[in-house]
């Protein structure tokens, strides 16, 4: 009897042993092996920190980094929500509509940046039409190191393109989710549409809504490519700047200090996500 | 009231899929009219950009390599992820929920926390530079995504089938390579193309990994900013064309693929 049950515990994790390791192997140790690297230096082994804490370029990176989430997820948030209810009402087409909204996810952060690109360029759609229609007498310049602000507009709505789909599809997955009955219920209490939102609807989408918010933010440390493209390092961010000193200063130890700070960035918000995810487990279990 | 949804519908179409028509129409636009602004749309179409890019700046080897990768990315990550997926849905056993909660976690660790300390591994084993390297990488980042993923394909296929099978004579593993493996192939297969997906979208480590055999985002990384214009809309087309028809097959999919996370 005994036999059986260890032989029964034992066939899971061989299955489960060739990805752990392999996991370990190239996500574990790898991160162990950044922090020996960041913790590397001439100046003691907080030096890289020292020195990356006192420039300017890592107080800029920080600030933008957070600035371009406070600014996007909301905005991401509001306009997945209406979207996802608005698709949820299963009007005609409404599926065409979802793969619609759907369709930037199949894109990298490097094609959107280009994409955008081609709105906002000099000689992009945005200046033609308004040239065309002399509403302008000159293109307007949207890149470039004299015009920041505007690139962080360009990249902020970029970002708004890019990233909505997907947090779209994690409400959307949340509302479906949500049992018809209470609704039901609700209108024949008399709740009228918009107290079924406040009251039914969005209460019970809190937790895909803060699975999304969680996501989101991870992500947020990880944007990279949208940025560089179109701004280079007029607008510093985390990651770019880990590429920078990697690619263009050749100096990894650096490169290491700043990947560790998004590894431990990442760690800080993952836990509050696997928390939630967590909790949510434990209250079905109950 | 009911002419409210068609407008929205077009409202909203045009918002996601209007700039990457323009795009597109932008990398067919011949050179000569890029700079004259007395019409918005072109008056004639050319696939010169596209084919200088892919031809003659080296595009076409860098997509062999991008392909490459994913191919190999993806058959590594199915190779150790189905076992463990299904060690999730039909198995219960003691920190299943530990693992379980791992895997969601490492799928949220980008690559860029472990690129710059590979590379020193690599120079080590001879990997930097190959497709290999960077697939071995990719893998890593596609593995959480087919445990987690697989393992709720498997559980929505019935485990009476198996244990009917397993009735009439097969073994275990017989009936796991008969019955749910066929029941579970059309998950699979979507779990595949989005694999290949994150693979061919991936850059920041694939530029990293990668100095002469770049997969085709690196590349564009490294060149797109010194381009004519004409070239970076060759190359958003390039790289958008693929993902979306790809995205297009599995979009019975994506709702179970992203609402993953919410179980």
């Known amino acids: 009897m005994t036999q059986i049950h260890v032989k029964k515990q034992f066939i899971p994790w061989l299955l489960l042993a060739p990805s752990l390791i392999y996991l370990i192997v190239f996500m574990g140790l790898p991160i162990i092996g950044t922090a020996q690297l960041a913790f590397e230096s001439d100046e003691g082994w907080l030096g890289n920190f020292k020195m990356i804490i006192s420039t300017k370029d890592f107080q800029n990176a920080v600030l933008n980094t957070l600035l371009l989430a406070a600014i996007c997820i909301p905005i991401q948030l509001a306009l997945s929500i209406f979207l996802a209810i608005l698709v949820n009402k299963k009007f005609k087409g409404y599926q065409t509509l979802l793969y619609i909204i759907a369709s930037p996810l199949a894109l990298s952060d490097i094609t959107a940046a280009l994409i955008s690109y081609s709105i906002f360029a000099p000689n992009g759609y945005l200046n033609r039409i308004l040239l065309s229609i002399n509403w302008i007498e000159r293109p307007i310049y949207f890149f470039g190191y004299m015009f920041k602000s505007r690139e962080m507009l360009v990249i902020i709505i970029t970002e708004i393109w890019r990233a909505t789909p997907l947090v779209f599809v994690m409400i959307l997955a949340g509302l479906q989710s949500i049992n018809k009955e209470y609704l039901e219920a609700a209108e024949v209490f008399g709740f009228n549409s918009w107290q079924r939102l406040w009251k039914i609807t969005l209460p019970l989408l809190k937790p895909a809504i803060l699975s999304a918010l969680l996501i989101r933010t991870l992500f947020a440390f990880q944007l990279f490519g949208v940025v560089w493209l179109l701004a280079g390092r007029d607008i510093t961010v985390l990651t770019g700047e880990t590429y920078y000193w990697y690619v263009f200063m050749n100096n990894k130890n650096v490169a290491s200090a700043y990947a560790l700070i998004i590894a431990v960035l990442t760690f800080v918000v993952g836990w509050f996500y696997i928390r939630t995810i967590r909790s949510r487990y434990e209250e079905e279990g109950a | ?263």
């Not at chain 2, 002419?3 to 050179?31: D, R």
């Not at chain 2, 530079?129 to 596609?142: K, S, W």
């Open chain 2, 1 to 263: 009231m009911k002419i409210i949804y068609p407008l929205l519908f077009i409202l909203i179409a045009c918002f996601f899929l209007g700039p990457m028509f323009l795009a597109f129409v932008a990398s067919i636009t011949p050179a000569s009219e890029f700079y004259d602004y007395s019409h918005i749309f072109p008056s004639r179409l050319t696939l010169e950009h596209i084919n200088k890019l892919l031809f003659t700046l080296g595009g076409f080897r860098a997509l062999i390599v991008s392909i490459e990768v994913a191919l190999i990315s993806i058959g590594i990550s199915f190779a150790l992820g189905i076992p463990a997926g299904y060690a999730i849905a039909r198995y219960t056993f003691r920190g299943k929920d530990g693992v379980k909660l791992a895997m969601l976690f490492t799928r949220s660790l980008p690559l860029i926390v472990v690129a710059v300390s590979l590379v020193t591994v690599y120079m080590r084993l001879n990997l930097t530079d190959t497709a290999l390297g960077v697939a071995l990488a990719h893998a890593a980042m596609i593995l959480p995504f087919v445990v987690i993923f697989t393992s709720s394909i498997f559980s929505s296929t019935f485990i009476e089938y198996e244990e009917a099978g397993m009735v009439f004579g097969l073994t275990r593993f017989g009936a796991f390579l008969r019955i749910s493996l066929p029941l579970a192939l059309p998950g699979l297969a979507a779990s595949a193309i989005y694999g290949f997906i994150m693979s061919w979208n991936e850059t920041f480590a694939a530029s990293i990994l990668s100095i002469q055999n770049r997969t085709l985002p690196a590349h564009i990384l490294a060149t797109a900013m010194a381009s004519p214009d004409y070239f970076k809309y060759a190359m958003a087309t390039v790289m958008a064309i693929p993902a979306l028809i790809f995205i297009f097959i599995i979009r019975k999919y994506l709702i179970s693929i992203w609402g993953i996370s919410l179980k």
